[in-house]
């Protein structure tokens, strides 16, 4: 696939000290977060190489107010299944501690900090188009083809990247530069639905080599 930059952005989904980060709150659930770490790295390079492109910037950012009014109520399936709403409730210890605004857990983790120009969304959903401006964000600069990161790779990542799909816009997904949550098949169920079905699964070295490529072609001779 060709990807032209000034139709393509980065989507950095829930990138924050909850999924990435010891003491975080998959780390609290017992989840294994060491993917984190080179996911990070992998991040690290692809967002550099967007910048100096010219390739749009979005983070998702997973979020609840204070008093968990945007989380759901009891006829919500998210107040139910969402985790951290499900460890507060179980937890007191926990509450008003993660995913809410302005707490450690909720921020994006220190080494992928956006920059001036980049784009924050926040979310209270597992998708990045539910109930938020992302959509309309990305018509209004004629933006077709994303290039997804982050965590999970088989929750919020896969849920994001399916609207995308039915939104007709090219969802890519970068599996190195994901962690997902549980066993490792709930990884490659993903990345075998992307692959097949729902878009294409690529590695950080051939985005970065894409890039390097477009902007070489760029330069005046």
């Avoid at 990161?149 to 799909?165: E, M, S, W």
Wanted: glycine share 8%; hydrophobic share 45%; with cysteine.
């Amino acid at each position: 696939m060709a990807i032209d930059a000034a139709r393509t952005a980065m989507v950095v989904v829930d990138m924050q000290n909850a999924f990435a980060s010891m003491g975080g709150m998959f780390d609290l659930a017992g989840i294994d977060i060491s993917g984190a770490t080179p996911a990070i790295e992998a991040n690290k390079r692809l967002l550099a190489a967007a910048r100096k492109s010219g390739v749009t910037v979005v983070y998702l950012q997973m979020s609840y107010r204070a008093d968990l009014s945007d989380g759901g109520d009891t006829s919500s399936p998210n107040h139910h299944k969402e985790l951290g709403l499900v460890m507060m409730r179980e937890r007191p210890e926990l509450r008003g501690k993660l995913l809410i605004d302005g707490s450690w857990d909720w921020q994006i983790v220190d080494a992928l900090k956006p920059a001036p120009g980049d784009h924050v969304i926040r979310k209270s959903r597992y998708s990045g188009f539910c109930n938020t401006g992302l959509e309309a964000f990305l018509r209004a600069r004629s933006i077709r083809h994303l290039l997804f990161t982050g965590v999970a790779t088989n929750i919020c990542v896969d849920a994001t990247a399916r609207d995308a799909y039915s939104r007709e816009f090219w969802p890519i997904l970068v599996e190195d530069a994901m962690n997902h949550s549980g066993p490792d098949f709930n990884r490659q169920s993903t990345l075998w639905n992307f692959e097949n079905a729902l878009g294409w699964v690529t590695s950080t070295d051939m985005v970065v080599d894409a890039l390097r490529i477009e902007v070489a072609e760029t330069l005046p001779t």
